[in-house]
């Protein structure tokens, strides 16, 4: 069972709202992940100086460009993790309500799209420098499949509404919060993200999926997931609150205790 605080004292949040703890919060061991970050960097490193030697000296009287570009690539990987780092919630109003927006700057896969790409051209062109018609093919194809895999990615990237009277997620999500039922917090098994489940008492008021049971993933909003799920709680099991409840209060309600 989660455990719940009362948010007494809180000025901001709505009468008798509880934070819910279903995850617990991690603690970052410094000691090995400051090791994880020197072994990564080593190893960019060394890519990194793979890819100027090729470029310059070049192997047996031929510099394969190809391989230079490959291996700078890869090099990049690690770097660019450091940089896009964990953004904030990005958090607009929007007629009394809440809208949770998915920035490009977390979204860590298209970030790294440019990379992935760099890498696969570099595939390619050393398959041809090389005369080796089937790894320029692959590479070729490779490419051709992550631009639609990444053009796909920057369409589909629905904003999250909660509002006072119901929530809202793009075009596959739109119901009243007395709709929702069956509300819990899952764990992936295989990655452990934190998910919301939640079902519909009427399906009709939005569009199933599946098997008519939602999950949202709060981290595609980078919100702390155990805000979010004490806020849907909250507003799907008090309806005399969603009367008065105001955008502060939603904003108070996605904060967590100190």
Request: with cysteine; hydrophobic share 50%; net charge negative.
């Amino acid at each position: 069972m989660p455990d719940f605080h009362t948010a007494s004292g809180e000025a901001s949040v709505p009468p008798g709202y509880r934070w819910l703890d279903r995850w617990p919060r991690r603690e970052r061991n410094t000691v090995s992940g400051g090791l994880g970050l020197m072994f990564a960097g080593l190893i960019s490193f060394g890519l990194f100086a793979a890819a100027v030697s090729f470029a310059l000296g070049g192997f047996a009287g031929h510099r394969p460009i190809g391989m230079a570009l490959l291996l700078l690539a890869l090099s990049l990987f690690f770097p660019a993790t450091l940089v896009i780092g964990e953004p904030p919630p990005t958090v607009t109003e929007e007629s009394g309500a809440l809208v949770l927006h998915r920035p490009l700057r977390g979204e860590s896969n298209l970030l790294v799209l440019p990379i992935l790409l760099a890498a696969l051209c570099g595939i390619t062109l050393w398959g041809f420098e090389i005369h080796f018609l089937p790894v320029a093919i692959l590479g070729a194809v490779l490419v051709a499949f992550f631009l639609v895999i990444g053009t796909m990615g920057l369409l589909e990237r629905p904003a999250l509404t909660l509002g006072a009277d119901r929530i809202r997620m793009g075009d596959k999500l739109d119901a009243p919060w007395e709709q929702l039922t069956d509300i819990e917090g899952r764990t992936q098994p295989k990655s452990g993200t934190a998910l919301l489940a939640f079902r519909l008492e009427d399906p009709r008021t939005g569009h199933e999926i599946g098997t008519g049971t939602y999950q949202l993933m709060p981290k595609l909003w980078h919100v702390e997931p155990n805000a979010l799920l004490s806020l849907i709680t909250y507003m799907a099991e008090n309806p005399e609150a969603r009367a008065t409840v105001t955008t502060a209060n939603l904003r108070a309600m996605l904060s967590l205790p100190n």
